[in-house]
């Protein structure tokens, strides 16, 4: 099972919107509603910030939002605040190994 | 509040066993999948391992199968992961995490993880 695809950095000034994709295939991202995302600060633990695709956990601001077309999920963050600078990971549900981590995207804020 | 704590890990010689734990308070932890995911030093998330509520359903990645055994003691309120043939590449910081709510298949919360260094 191949890791999902995430571009390896994204940034955006505060205030701004940022999109952060996660490519898979029909046999996890496109093929069940399961894609979750984590956000991990260096040094810490990840938690996670969007379910189901596009679920948010109580406590998360809804500056983050999920969403999915065909293979490909994407979790936006709009507002873009000098702490949403993390690691992000998206994860999905795969009928091969039941889960796989993407491959990772450093959110810089300019 | 909800808490995840885990212990074990450390250094070990290639070939060499190790034994995680896991310790949760603040939840019903009988009521909850668990799951076992780990981080190489500056490198992704990669799942490893889960287990259901009652021990019914255990899962592992490909790359520790036959390897690692993943288990709980509901009455201790705890989860362990067994680690034998331990290799160079299962260097990383191991978190245990909770399954977030029953199929939401989502890892909420994480332990603050525990380093296992595997080196000669």
């Known amino acids: 099972q191949s890791a999902l695809t995430q571009p390896a950095s994204v940034s955006g000034s505060p205030g701004q919107s940022i999109t952060i994709s996660c490519t898979g295939t029909s046999s996890d991202v496109g093929g069940y509603n399961y894609v979750s995302w984590y956000q991990q600060h260096p040094g810490k633990a990840p938690k996670l910030m969007i379910y189901e695709v596009s679920n948010r956990p109580s406590g998360v601001p809804d500056r983050f939002s999920g969403s999915k077309s065909g293979n490909t999920a994407s979790l936006t963050i709009s507002g873009l605040q000098a702490e949403d600078e993390a690691d992000y990971y998206c994860?999905?549900?795969?009928?091969?190994?039941?889960?796989?981590f993407g491959t990772g995207t450093k959110v810089t804020v300019l | 509040e909800v808490q995840l704590v885990e212990s074990g890990g450390g250094l070990v010689k290639p070939g060499g066993s190790l034994r995680l734990s896991c310790a949760a308070s603040g939840f019903t932890f009988s009521s909850y999948s668990m799951n076992w995911v780990r981080q190489a030093p500056g490198k992704g998330l990669e799942w490893v391992s889960s287990i259901s509520s009652s021990s019914s359903y255990i899962y592992y990645a490909d790359s520790v199968k036959g390897r690692f055994t993943i288990s709980r003691d509901n009455a201790k309120n705890s989860l362990y992961l067994q680690m034998n043939s331990l290799r160079a590449e299962d260097t990383a910081v191991y978190y245990c995490a909770r399954d977030y709510s029953y199929g939401s298949w989502a890892f909420d919360p994480w332990g603050q993880g525990t380093l296992v260094t595997v080196s000669s």
């Open positions: 994860s999905s549900y795969t009928s091969s190994s039941l889960y796989v």
